[in-house]
Every structure is written in structure tokens, then in C-alpha cells.
């Protein structure tokens, strides 16, 4: 009998190398991480020490501090960041969608028929919000249009999960909470119990890689929706109180705001006004 692989044998994570790790994933991308996550930095940074044939977490931060073209930086992100979502996640946002926002920005484009559709789903992950998003557009205003026209972008700041999202094949458990028609519509079967995500839904979605404490976004015109849920809970306050009010400027008067049902904007730091929970909209016509 073939015997068991021994575990890989995590590295030692000196206090050292674990501020050099917090204070990078703060300083660079605004994320905090407690003491408790220790165990979850060695192991993940091991396999990449690893990989690289190296020996050590102080030889890895080298490594890292002298790549000079980001990849190091890139891949150090992709390990540690957590790109959880799935399919239809916190329902009663989009059922908002269908019977609030979509009606009346159905209305504004019928008046104005140059009217841009804008809605951009910040931290994207591996696509399943935003392709929720994208059929229930397509669902609402029916098939004649290719998509196109309904700008919907997705960003993170995970290549690797921007390349899943791009690719758009998924485990039927994260498909779980979709009804059974729009599983059916929007969904082909890829094997071994996959789903991939159908053509015309993926070509509604522009992918972007974006680090949402940079300190200017590059778009020229505003959101309609903006979805940033269940990114925020990785910082601190007073980055999250900035990205906020980053956010409240890229809205449209009259467009809104959504945030995981687990996060809450402090009244007295809300430039939005709240409409119903992890809801909020910019005032405006
Ligand atoms: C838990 S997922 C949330 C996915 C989806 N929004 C949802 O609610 O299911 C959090 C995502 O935020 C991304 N993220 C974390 N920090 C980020 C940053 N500074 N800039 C952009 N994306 C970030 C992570 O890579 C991850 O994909």
C-alpha cells in the first residue's frame, strides 16, 4: 500500500516577519489582520517560499522588496486574500434590484436613449456577483440586447481570481441559491459536476484588476449601482470611512449603494442616505 505524504511542514513565522506581513497588507491594500491570523499567513506564505526554492520568510521578503514590477506583490495578495462568494448571495438585494432600481432606470432610459447604464461590482472575487447581477439584467430587459449597453464592470484585486471569474466554471454548490430557471438559462453543464457561466452573459462583463485604496479611480463617469459587499470588513475603520466617501463620488444622484448585510456605515460618516439594510442611496432626482 502506497504510504501517506507527510504534511508540508509550515515554516517558522518569526514576530518579525508577521508585522512585516500586517503592515504590508495594510500600507499597500488597507487590509487589517489580528493575531489570530498567524497560522493562516505561515501556511499560505510557506507554499509560495517553496515554489520560489527558497528557505526562509526573511529570504521570501527580500525576494518580494526587490521585485520591482509587482508580480511578487501580486501573488502575495492572491494568497492571502479571501475570495469567498457564491451565486445569488444575500438574495433580497437583487430582488430590490428588480423591483426598485431596475424599473426606474428602465424609465430614465426610455426617456433619454442615451442613456448610460452604469453598475460596478467592486471586489468582484471569481465573478459569482457580478454574473448574479448580469442575468438578472438580462432577465429584465430581455434578451434583444447583447449586453453591450448595460456597462457592468467587476474589479479586484486578485488576478487569480479574476482569472476564475473570467473563465466563469463553477462547483454546482455555488450555484445553489439561483432558482432553477435562471441555473438553466444562464448555465451549461462543463463536467465533472461543473457549470460554466453561458457566453452571452459572460460578454456583458468587463473584468478589471483594481486596488480600491488607490487613491484615484480611473473612471471618467459615474455609477448607477455600485456593489462593494464583504470587502470592506477586511479594514480598518478609517479606510474604510475614506473608500465610502470614494465610493459616494463615483454614484450617480439618485444611484445606490450596496454593502454586505454583516457590515454597517457609522449615520454620523454616511454621505448616503439609507434606504433599507446594506442599502443606501445618493440623494438626487
Ligand atoms: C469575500 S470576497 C467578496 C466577494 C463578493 N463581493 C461577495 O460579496 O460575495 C472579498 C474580495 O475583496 C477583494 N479585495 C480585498 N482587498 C481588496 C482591495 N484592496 N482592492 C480590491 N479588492 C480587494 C478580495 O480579493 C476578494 O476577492
Given at each position: 500500500m502506497e504510504k501517506a505524504k507527510p504534511a508540508e511542514e509550515v515554516l517558522p513565522l518569526s514576530d518579525t516577519d508577521y508585522n512585516f506581513v500586517a503592515s504590508l497588507l495594510y500600507d499597500r491594500f488597507g487590509i487589517q489582520i489580528g493575531s489570530q491570523k498567524r497560522v493562516l499567513v505561515a501556511g499560505r506564505l510557506t507554499k509560495r517560499v517553496r515554489q520560489l526554492g527558497l528557505a526562509s520568510f526573511a529570504e521570501y521578503f527580500t525576494y518580494l522588496r526587490a521585485d520591482n514590477s509587482g508580480n511578487e506583490l501580486s501573488e502575495f495578495i492572491n494568497r492571502l486574500t479571501t475570495n469567498h462568494s457564491f451565486f445569488c448571495r444575500e438574495k433580497d438585494h437583487y430582488d430590490f434590484l428588480r423591483s426598485t432600481v431596475l424599473p426606474d432606470l428602465k424609465g430614465r432610459m426610455d426617456r433619454d436613449p442615451r442613456y448610460e447604464l452604469r453598475m460596478w461590482s467592486a471586489?468582484?472575487?471569481?465573478?459569482e456577483e457580478v454574473y448574479t447581477l448580469a442575468m438578472v439584467l438580462r432577465d429584465f430587459?430581455?434578451?434583444?440586447?447583447?449586453?453591450?449597453?448595460?456597462g457592468l464592470l467587476a474589479t479586484d484585486i486578485s488576478l487569480q481570481a479574476l482569472k476564475a471569474a473570467k473563465e466563469g466554471i463553477y462547483a454546482a454548490a455555488k450555484l445553489s441559491e439561483l432558482s432553477t430557471a435562471m441555473r438553466s438559462s444562464y448555465f451549461r453543464p462543463a463536467g465533472a459536476g461543473l457549470f460554466e457561466v453561458a457566453p452571452e452573459v459572460k460578454r456583458m462583463v468587463l473584468f478589471k484588476r483594481l486596488n480600491?485604496?488607490?487613491?484615484?479611480?480611473?473612471?471618467k463617469n459615474p455609477f448607477d449601482v455600485i456593489f462593494c459587499r464583504?470587502?470592506?470588513?477586511?479594514?480598518d475603520q478609517a479606510s474604510r470611512s475614506s473608500l465610502i466617501h470614494s465610493f459616494y463620488e463615483h454614484v450617480k444622484p439618485g444611484g445606490y449603494f450596496f454593502i454586505g448585510h454583516s457590515e454597517t456605515i457609522p449615520r454620523a460618516d454616511c454621505p448616503f442616505e439609507y434606504v433599507q439594510p446594506a442599502i443606501y442611496r445618493k440623494r438626487g432626482p
Open positions: 471586489g468582484c472575487a471569481a465573478g430587459f430581455g434578451p434583444s440586447t447583447d449586453g453591450s449597453d448595460l480600491l485604496m488607490a487613491e484615484k479611480y480611473p473612471f464583504n470587502v470592506m470588513i477586511y479594514f
